[in-house]
């Protein structure tokens, strides 16, 4: 370092600063993804092994929401719009989803609450959104989700006084595992602007007519 002179000094201190930049961009991902499940923050809901020990005589209402991200060719919607339950009581709901197209097609739900300051205390036990769905075409399915409330909640200073949770589910198109892509069969799959008649309109290939 006492060789280099000012130049090479402040450009070997900017490499370090963009080395070190990268370095934290790259760390904040998993970071934030585990700052918001620790704390709730955006909304982010808990999972729970089991249902609570403590049920509160005070109730809540919870309201449901369902959307899809654009692109997603599913029909999508909760089977009930509210319920009210205790604090700490074990609620159960179910969405439904149906894929109105010739095609398997994928899909992950992402989740999250609101009010935000909820988002701590929803607890899920189990959930369609904790692993991929996959509709073949024309089938229509219930998904169950059980929840509840954390008795904590009435503990928070904020969240206390939250007479409703609303929890919103988004659907997103995923990509189709490879082992059901192989057992669909070894026909290629049509892109996905091709009519899905299209490839019986097709010409036939010309019959060899050399003869020999």
Known sequence: MK??????????????????????????VPFYDWFCRVT?????TQEADRGSDVVLDRTIRVRFDASRE??????????QNVVEIRIGETGLAFYEAYNPTDR??????????????AG???EKIECFCFSEQIL????????????????????DREARYVPEITLSYT?????????????????PALPANMPANAAADRPAAPANTNDN
């Open 40 to 44: 709730g923050f955006g909304g982010v």
């Open 136 to 155: 073949q075409p024309g089938e229509r399915v219930t998904m169950p989700v059980t929840f509840f409330v954390s008795p904590d909640i009435v503990n």
């Open 3 to 28: 060789n280099l002179n000012r130049s090479q000094k402040t450009a070997l201190k900017m490499v370090g600063v963009v080395v070190v930049m990268g370095a934290l961009a790259w760390a904040s």
């Open 70 to 79: 654009r692109g997603m060719p599913w029909e999508f919607r909760p089977l």
């Open 104 to 117: 398997p097609i994928a899909g992950q739900a992402s989740y999250n609450v609101a009010p935000f300051s």
């Open 171 to 187: 659907f997103h198109v995923m990509d189709m595992p490879e082992e059901e892509i192989a057992e669909a069969g070894a026909a």
């Open 120 to 122: 701590y205390y929803f």
